[in-house]
């Protein structure tokens, strides 16, 4: 194979597995940049990818199946919000029931209505998202040298909800810190009582932190369906809800550097499959379970602490007691 043609591959594969850890990782952003641990992207993940796809199969459009994936999304993260908020639970806990009650509730539903052992019927047509092909891409792939090509093979050729991806990064970026509302946000994960000196209403903006983790978390799930799939299978997210977490942590709670710790997981994830049979030198064929454990290695090295010194809001993890 040539050179180029498998580094545009290795490239395009990578922006499409990082997709859902970009969404993910953004709404773990705003949840623990008010102060809640959200250990549950993963299984607000897993629902909505179900939701989204059982939607999509019974309605025949993709856009009602997101919707869906996000309403559901989100009404797990009120869940996880009323317990960690109203009740002051442990938030490590309540993140965790929300990951195993998506784990059953999604296998025994898949099982009652389409009868396909957790699983959901194909997707077909509008039923998913199908690939943009950009303007030119055709032309300036022919024309250009590298840079053509790169746009035709790389940036081309993706969902509507690829794109949508990269751009709530620039928005979660935009409200974090430079507006009004990101102010108080972080100030609610850093000192909530001087918040709530000031009147402002602490479980209030947690609320809006954590409704916002549940709609990028029904965005990565109804990717996972609706988009890089054609249906929902059994745990399909196969953990990544904990590798976005990883690397929100690894981004030091800031998007932008969450966004280059998602592309890292995506092209490791890539390698799985482009690196099958392939000899490196003085080495030979390694193997696929090797390049299969590096996202989880990487995820485990990272939270050691080999990044260098992560300080994490100061709040974050603690229920809030307002004082009388």
């Not at 940049?33 to 939701?51: H, N, P, Q, T």
């Not at 943009?132 to 024309?143: F, K």
């Not at 507006?179 to 000196?197: Q, S």
């Not at 990883?246 to 966004?259: D, Q, S």
Request: one cysteine or more; a positive charge; glycine letters at 12%.
């Amino acid at each position: 194979m040539d050179a180029s043609v498998w580094i545009f591959s290795t490239l395009d594969s990578s922006i499409r597995l990082a997709v859902p850890l970009i969404f993910a990782a953004m709404g773990g952003i705003f949840s623990e940049r008010s102060g809640i641990v959200d250990i549950g992207l993963e299984g607000k993940m897993l629902f909505a990818a179900f939701v989204a796809a059982a939607t999509s199969y019974a309605t025949g459009s993709a856009w009602l199946g997101m919707c869906a994936g996000i309403m559901g999304s989100v009404a797990l993260s009120m869940v996880h919000g009323y317990a960690s908020i109203n009740m002051r639970g442990d938030q490590v806990i309540s993140g965790l029931a929300v990951n195993f009650f998506a784990a059953g509730m999604t296998v025994t539903l898949g099982h009652a209505w389409f009868s396909r052992g957790g699983q959901t019927p194909g997707l077909i047509g509008d039923q998913r998202f199908l690939p943009i092909e950009l303007p030119g891409a055709e032309w300036l792939g022919d024309t250009i040298p590298f840079f053509g090509p790169l746009y035709r093979e790389v940036i081309s050729g993706h969902n509507i909800l690829v794109y949508l991806s990269f751009a709530i990064v620039g928005v979660t970026w935009w409200v974090l810190f430079k507006t009004r509302f990101g102010l108080r946000l972080r100030a609610v994960g850093e000192e909530p009582n001087a918040v709530d000196t000031a009147g402002i209403s602490v479980a209030w903006m947690r609320y809006r932190a954590i409704a916002f983790t549940g709609v990028f978390c029904g965005l990565a799930g109804a990717y996972y369906s609706t988009a890089q799939n054609a249906a929902f299978g059994k745990n399909m997210t196969a953990g990544q809800g904990y590798i976005a977490l990883a690397a929100v942590i690894f981004g030091k709670w800031r998007p932008k550097t969450a966004l280059f710790a998602c592309l890292l997981f995506g092209f490791l994830s890539a390698l799985e499959t482009r690196m099958q049979g392939v000899a490196i030198p003085g080495i030979g064929v390694l193997p696929t379970q090797v390049f299969s454990a590096l996202p989880y290695v990487l995820t485990v090295v990272l939270l050691a602490g080999f990044i260098g010194k992560a300080v994490a809001p100061k709040a974050v993890g603690q229920p809030y007691i307002k004082e009388r």
